[in-house]
């Protein structure tokens, strides 16, 4: 199993292009999640899907938009980006927890480093 | 909404020596609890989890925590730290009702150094 990937590895946009993030996951995981790392901020969400076709707002949604329309992919989109997008972002996935609709272990991808001249 | 506080941004230590990161978190309902680490330009990687039993949990290379409710605490230790131990750690927390089902909310991490 590949587990959790992430397209790209790295990219460099200019402010105001657009861009999608895309998360595949392989092992048929309910949950996916979006997050963006900055340094001394922890990770931040900025949205979630609970299953196909629904997706949540997290901590930090504005200026990003999500898709889930395959259960195994996690679309993150950045219509118009500007240099405060600049981070880290990684996906997750999960399983419910055993007798919970709560997560249970979250697998992360290796990230994608972004940066917004 | 839950949060969860780490206490010590950053941790220094000589190796062989021991070690606990603090974490706390703020819940009133039953929460399930991580730790999480992540090594330089890598990934976030499970390394225990709480969920429910025994307090004390154990990962497999050394590290251990203790759920305590009366503290609403999950600190992690381990007795002897090696140099390969120095990545940068996190604290989770997740609940099982309410609006954020399938939310995990992390602490701001702990970098610990082990310097030989």
């Known amino acids: 199993n590949a587990g959790v990937t992430q397209t790209p590895k790295f990219r460099v946009l200019k402010t105001g292009q657009s861009m999608t993030l895309l998360c595949a996951q392989d092992m048929n995981h309910e949950y996916m999640y979006w997050y963006r790392q900055d340094p001394g901020m922890g990770l931040r969400l900025i949205h979630y899907?609970?299953?196909?076709?629904?997706?949540a707002k997290g901590e930090v949604p504005d200026g990003y938009n999500v898709s889930r329309l395959k259960k195994q992919n996690f679309l993150l989109g950045l219509e118009s980006a500007a240099p405060s997008q600049t981070s880290v972002y990684f996906c997750?996935?999960?399983?419910?927890?055993?007798?919970?609709?709560?997560?249970?272990?979250?697998?992360f991808g290796p990230g994608t480093r972004l940066t917004v001249l | 909404a839950q949060s969860v506080t780490q206490l010590d941004s950053q941790v220094p230590v000589f190796e062989e020596a021991p070690v606990e990161l603090r974490c706390n978190y703020s819940?009133?309902?039953?929460?399930?609890l991580f730790w999480y680490v992540q090594y330089p330009n890598q990934g976030l990687q499970l390394l225990l989890k709480?969920?429910?039993?025994?307090?004390l949990v154990e990962s497999i290379n050394g590290f251990e925590a203790e759920f305590n409710k009366s503290q609403t605490s999950f600190h992690l230790r381990k007795p002897s730290v090696h140099i390969s131990d120095t990545a940068e750690y996190f604290c989770?927390?997740?609940?099982?009702?309410?609006?954020?089902?399938?939310?995990?909310?992390f602490g701001r991490g702990t970098q610990l150094t082990v310097w030989p």
């Open positions: 819940s009133s309902v039953s929460v399930y």
């Open positions: 989770a927390v997740s609940t099982d009702r309410g609006s954020t089902l399938g939310r995990l909310y």
């Open positions: 899907s609970v299953g196909e076709g629904t997706t």
């Open positions: 997750a996935s999960s399983y419910k927890a055993s007798g919970s609709p709560s997560t249970d272990t979250q697998y």
């Open positions: 709480y969920l429910s039993g025994s307090t």
